[in-house]
């Protein structure tokens, strides 16, 4: 990955045939932060999907720089989330997955199997990271969310700053700490230098 | 009082925009033809224009002649895409449009008698007509015949205003233009924006092909509306300008006009989750009383609360902004909205709607 992400990540990208989660609970930036992940990989021309993404903002994908052109939507896959995402991972190489709050461990399991085989990617959007009950090659949880530019009754929305704790089980077992604007003033995705 | 004469041209195939803009383009093309023959023509919105009749008329011999020489004028450019035109002439707009939708001419002060037969909801007010028709007032001449003073007390400045228009003495409809067409227009003489339409799952490459399989397997197992792709259209609500489609379907897919400027539109960045059913919102100021918004687009109380309906605990409000108005389409039927940006203590940004003294949760910033 050599997008704005890149140093948020271990070794700079994400992994084929691994899963990453992104926790955090709704409204802290979850469904950005993953949306940001797939659109780097989209712009690169890989075919991507969103499985169970029940409400997706479009507009806010494209702002997100998600090409859309490559995207394929299963946005109510109910129980059949796993089986959906992973007939997916046939065609395109990167899948992002909303799973319903209560995930069986065989079916995780069985959706791993098919993204190592397929050499594809998994990232699981859920506001626990426990509720994925298969340890992750790669966690994003996302500890805190700051708006700007929003007053008392002035101004608006414009840029996010969010706390995210990276572990990769692949790294020295330690969380770095990074900050992520969602977006920047500037509008755009990027790796903040840390608070200080 | 006496109202202008005005010649109106009405295109319905061109009036609803498509995903594709072709139908902007068309009414453009359209516009260009009628300005060769007649100079002064403004368009209202998509698909219908007017034009001063009276100088034309003089000059080419009659009212006739002049939609005579139009409809040649324009048969070709519209045999092309078979669309319709419909031409009409009275005093005033309001009576024209009606005169056009009925292909008439009606003569310079008839106005009045020939919309006195026509309904109420020609108004387009569905609650003013709904209160007419309960009252036995179905035609405009029922209701131009009401006086003038309590229609005003009844149906306040906006009945007042319907009440003008059909005695004939007020010439146009407060909504019937829509304000954006010329932005709009003025937008197409911009570079093309690239139409990317034929490449999705189109089988350019290897990758476009085995995604197609996936979606096309898949699709198969789950049902036709199961598996998506977006589109992308221009609107005010988040929710209108971005729709995802059932794959394969004709809906065509553009990523075109992004960023033109639009009156309402809310810049980036956008809810990352928009409501495709919005759910219920109470918004009340710290003490617990209910904040709305005035008719002046103020809100009466300051922000505090905020619960939204089946959902977890009250969120306390540290910050906001809005409210803004939206002005609506004139299809809208005059539904007054705002749109008000909330941020909870714990960072949490939501997106509200006030709509008929009712808040709704449209969007979420996650």
């Known amino acids: ?196 | 009082m006496v109202l202008e004469r005005l010649l109106l041209l009405w295109c319905p195939g061109l009036s609803v925009e498509g995903p594709t803009g072709e139908e902007a383009r068309g009414f453009a093309a359209v516009l260009e033809t009628v300005a060769l023959r007649c100079p002064f023509v403004t368009p209202l919105r998509l698909g219908m224009a007017s034009l001063p009749a009276r100088a034309p008329s003089r000059y080419f011999g009659g009212e006739p002649e002049v939609l005579a020489l139009l409809s040649e004028d324009l048969a070709p450019l519209l045999a092309e895409t078979s669309v319709e035109l419909h031409l009409g002439i009275a005093d005033g707009l309001f009576a024209a449009v009606q005169a056009a939708r009925r292909d008439l001419i009606v003569p310079a002060g008839d106005s009045r008698g020939f919309l006195a037969p026509l309904s109420v909801a020609t108004l387009r007010r569905p609650e003013l007509a709904s209160i007419c028709q309960r009252l036995g007032l179905s035609t405009l001449g029922s209701f131009a015949a009401l006086d003038g003073g309590r229609v005003f007390e009844r149906f306040g400045t906006e009945g007042a205003h319907c009440h003008r228009v059909a005695r004939g003495e007020e010439g146009e409809l407060v909504g019937i233009r829509d304000p954006s067409i010329t932005v709009r227009l003025r937008s197409l003489d911009e570079p093309p924006p690239p139409v990317t339409q034929p490449s999705f799952f189109g089988g350019t490459s290897l990758a476009d092909e085995r995604a197609a399989r996936a979606a096309i397997r898949l699709q198969r197992r789950l049902g036709p509306g199961e598996v998506r792709v977006a589109r992308l259209a221009e609107g005010h609500d988040p929710a209108e300008r971005a729709a995802l489609v059932p794959y394969g379907s004709s809906e065509t897919m553009t990523v075109a006009g992004l960023g033109a400027p639009w009156p309402g539109r809310l810049p980036a960045p956008s809810p990352s989750s928009v409501l495709s059913r919005p759910t219920k919102v109470r918004l009340t100021d710290p003490a617990g009383t209910s904040v709305e918004v005035t008719g002046r687009g103020l809100l009466t109380a300051v922000p505090g609360r905020c619960r939204i309906a089946n959902e977890g605990p009250e969120l306390e409000i540290v910050a906001w902004a809005g409210p803004w108005p939206l002005a609506t389409r004139w299809w809208d039927l005059r539904r007054w909205r705002a749109r008000l940006q909330v941020l909870s203590s714990s960072g949490v940004g939501l997106l509200l709607t006030a709509e008929r003294g009712e808040w709704w949760l449209e969007g979420r910033y996650d």
């Open chain 1, 1 to 196: 990955m050599s997008g704005s992400l890149a140093t948020l990540l271990p070794g700079g990208a994400l992994r084929r045939g691994t899963t990453t989660v992104v926790a955090g609970e709704r409204g802290a930036g979850v469904t950005s932060l993953g949306i940001s992940l797939l659109a780097e990989a989209s712009a690169r021309g890989h075919w991507c999907a969103a499985v169970g993404l029940d409400d997706p903002g479009v507009l806010s994908m494209v702002e997100l720089g998600l090409d859309l052109r490559r995207v394929v939507f299963v946005p109510n896959p109910r129980g059949g989330w796993a089986d959906a995402a992973g007939e997916l991972l046939d065609g395109v190489e990167i899948v992002l997955l909303r799973p319903p709050a209560r995930v069986p461990h065989a079916a995780a399991r069985r959706l791993l199997a098919r993204a190592k085989e397929r050499r594809g990617i998994v990232i699981v959007l859920t506001d626990r990271a426990e509720r994925w009950p298969i340890v992750p090659e790669l966690s994003l949880r996302l500890t805190a969310s700051s708006w700007q530019g929003v007053g008392f009754g002035d101004g608006r929305l414009t840029a996010r700053r969010v706390e995210v704790l990276v572990e990769s089980r692949h790294g020295d077992d330690r969380a770095v700490r990074s900050s992520v604007w969602l977006p920047s003033p500037a509008g755009v995705v990027a790796v903040a230098p840390p608070a200080s």
